[in-house]
């Protein structure tokens, strides 16, 4: 599985998808949980990490072990 470098906090679970015709299994990640890792570690605010993971790491493709990104909560409107 791919895993996205200085994240593994904002790792949710596994998920099996479909991709290229086959069943993989990928890490999930938090986007808020990003959102507020990055604003800390990098100093931004949180519109700056909101946009920051929707420019890129949202439509980031790495391969058929590209991770799942999701917002679990209002943080994005």
Same mark, same amino acid.
């Given at each position: 599985m791919l895993k996205a470098d200085g994240l593994d906090e904002a790792? *949710?679970?596994e998920? +099996? *998808?479909?991709?290229? +015709?086959?069943?993989?299994t990928v890490l999930v990640y938090s986007c808020d949980?990003?959102?507020?890792i990055i604003a800390y570690r990098d100093g931004m605010s949180e519109q700056e990490?909101?946009?920051f993971i929707e420019y890129n790491i949202e439509g980031a493709y790495m391969g058929k072990d590209t991770p799942v990104f999701v917002w679990?909560?209002?943080y994005k409107k």
């Open positions: 790792i *949710i679970g998920a +099996n *998808i479909w991709r290229d +015709n086959t069943q993989e949980k990003i959102a507020e990490a909101i946009e679990d909560s209002a």
